[in-house]
Each structure stands twice: as structure tokens, then as C-alpha cells.
């Protein structure tokens, strides 16, 4: 059973930068597609960043030159690095990951409701 756990959230100011860590654990599979979804309060989850299977990465359109989402895969960790941070930004930042999903590029990241993984979530605010 996989295990996902993030860190790195917190409060900052617009046009600030946090950088979000997703440790993967339990791996029993050596490829898998992993993203990066948030919920903001009152809306739905949505996709940030995702990596596909063949290593293709798409961002949403709201957060492409801004973020970048990276992956050790010797350390079994994912980050989201995220610059020029606005207020609409502040949501509850999930990791998800997924060993069997076929989807790549833009399909992955509208695949939120077929990632098997979740971890809990860091909470990400921004201060206008």
C-alpha cells in the first residue's frame, strides 16, 4: 500500500514562493503517473502539475511559467516548486500517485478521479 505524505505548505505573501515535498513510501511498482491537484474552498479539486509514466509533464494553464513540478526518483520524492505566488493559489495541495493509470500528458491531469494514492494534504495560503 502506497503511502504519500507532503510537506512545505504554508502562508505567504503574493508574489512569494513555497516549494512542496511528496514523499511516496510502500512503492510496490517502479513507474508510476503522479500529480499535483489543490481544493480551494467551495470548489473542486483540480489538477496543478502531473508527471505521466513515459516522464511527459503538463501544468494547468493557470500556474505554466510559474511552477514546476520535479521528481527524485532515488529519493522516491515529488516537488512542486512554486514562484509568483497569487491569492488565488491558496488551496489544500494533494500529491497523488497511481501505478496503473494508461493516461498521459493533458488526460493526467484531468484524471483526478482515477489517481488510486492520495496523501493528506498541505495547506497553501496566499496573502494579498
Known amino acids: 500500500q502506497i503511502q504519500l505524505v507532503e510537506s512545505g505548505g504554508g502562508s505567504v505573501q503574493a508574489g512569494g514562493s513555497l516549494r512542496l515535498s511528496c514523499v511516496a513510501s510502500?512503492?510496490?511498482?517502479?513507474?508510476?503517473?503522479m500529480g499535483w491537484f489543490r481544493q480551494a474552498p467551495g470548489k473542486k479539486r483540480e489538477g496543478v502539475a502531473v508527471?505521466?509514466?513515459?516522464?511527459?509533464?503538463t501544468y494547468a494553464d493557470t500556474v505554466k511559467g510559474r511552477f514546476t513540478i520535479t521528481k527524485d526518483n532515488a529519493k522516491n520524492i515529488l516537488y512542486l516548486q512554486m514562484n509568483s505566488l497569487k491569492p488565488e493559489d491558496t488551496a489544500m495541495y494533494y500529491c497523488?500517485?497511481?501505478?496503473?493509470?494508461?493516461?498521459?500528458?493533458?488526460?493526467?491531469?484531468?484524471?483526478?478521479?482515477?489517481?488510486?494514492?492520495w496523501g493528506q494534504g498541505t495547506q497553501v495560503t496566499v496573502s494579498s
Open positions: 497523488a500517485a497511481d501505478p496503473f493509470l494508461a493516461l498521459r500528458g493533458a488526460d493526467l491531469l484531468w484524471a483526478k478521479g482515477d489517481f488510486g494514492y
Open positions: 510502500s512503492l510496490s511498482y517502479t513507474v508510476y503517473s
Open positions: 508527471i505521466d509514466k513515459d516522464g511527459q509533464i
